[in-house]
Structure formats: C-alpha cells, structure tokens
C-alpha cells in the first residue's frame, strides 16, 4: 500500500501531526500489541480526531510503515559494515540504534512490527548486497539472495534475545558476528585479482 507521505514542502504543522501519530503508535506498542491497537486509540492520544488521522495515514499499518522508514533512514548497507577493511572507521548504525533506541526494543519485540522491519531492512540492502556479492562471487541471484535473507534474519534473532536478556556486551557479541559473516563472505569471493568495491 501507498503511503501518504510527506513531500519536501510539506508544512511544519503537517510534520508536527504525523510526528505526534507515530510517537502516539509507539506509545501504545509499549503497552499491547501493535495488532490491537485501533485508529481511535490513536486519536485519542494524540488528541485529533478521525479525519486528521487520515489526511496524513491511510490506516495503522500505513504510520507503522512509516515509523520504520523513519528508525532506518541513517542506515549503512550490510556489504559496506560487514565488508568494511578498518572497522575502526565503519559504523553500523543500525545495530547502534537497536541497542540505544527504545523504540527499536518496542518494533523488535512485536510480532507484526518485527518481520516488517526485516524486510523493509532487506529491500534497502537487497539489490546494492546482491549484485556486490554477484559480481565478486561465482554466486548466482539466488544464492546470493539467500546469503542475504540468511544473515539479515539470524541478525534479527540475535538483536531480539540481546534485548529480550538485556545485553550489556553488545559491541563484543557485535565483533563475533560480523567476524563470522565476514568470513562466511569471504569464502565465496573470487581472489583472482579483480577488485571490489
């Protein structure tokens, strides 16, 4: 489904409104599930009615989308952190902001929230992934897809028992697997003097 997005010269009140039903839906995902929570709900906290709600969303599922288009905005590419040669100048923001974010710890412990965040997180990484692996790789489109779907979902179950145990070694679990993956990587790249980028 289409979003109603904003565009670039959409006013400051229209910001501030769909600001306020995001920050409204997260509020309530502290408290149930994002599967019952409904449009009134919503309304009520963020203190607007029915029809504001939708001239800025088309439905709830429309603002969750958009809570994690907002969350993942900054996000570095998987092959660029994973495949990066001095880790000292990499950054992950996003394994950084699921460890500090509040609201990442609300989005991954959801049952409907989590799985779109996953893949919303791989549609952003899957072509820029698929096609460095391909073209450094004996790998076909499937494969490497696969490579993909495997990591950003083990990655997934690995940020949601941290937080579910409340992790506090997070950087060093963080080395152990990117250590892994790399690896993992590495073992189907082509060393025949080409390249990478």
């Not at 994002?34 to 800025?56: D, M, P, Q």
């Not at 950084?96 to 409907?112: A, G, N, P, W, Y």
């Not at 899957?126 to 495997?150: C, G, H, P």
């Amino acid at each position: 489904m289409k979003s109603k997005e904003q565009n670039p010269g959409t006013d400051r009140r229209t910001r501030y409104t769909r600001s306020v039903i995001r920050q409204s839906l997260l509020t309530l995902m502290q408290q149930k599930p994002f599967a019952k929570i409904t449009v009134t709900e919503i309304c009520r906290l963020s203190e607007i009615n029915r029809g504001t709600f939708y001239l800025h969303y088309y439905d709830l599922e429309d603002v969750l989308d958009d809570v994690i288009k907002e969350m993942i905005r900054d996000t570095t590419q998987v092959f660029d952190h994973v495949m990066c040669p001095e880790k000292s100048r990499c950054t992950y923001p996003f394994c950084r902001k699921v460890q500090e974010s509040r609201e990442f710890c609300i989005l991954f412990s959801d049952e409907t929230a989590s799985p779109r965040l996953l893949e919303r997180l791989c549609e952003l990484s899957k072509e820029d992934f698929i096609t460095r692996l391909m073209q450094n790789s004996l790998l076909s489109y499937e494969q490497a897809e696969a490579v993909l779907y495997f990591q950003m979902n083990g990655c997934l179950a690995i940020n949601k028992r941290m937080l579910k145990n409340n992790c506090r070694d997070w950087s060093r679990i963080q080395q152990a697997i990117d250590q892994f993956i790399r690896a993992g990587l590495e073992s189907y790249l082509i060393h025949d003097g080409r390249q990478s980028d």
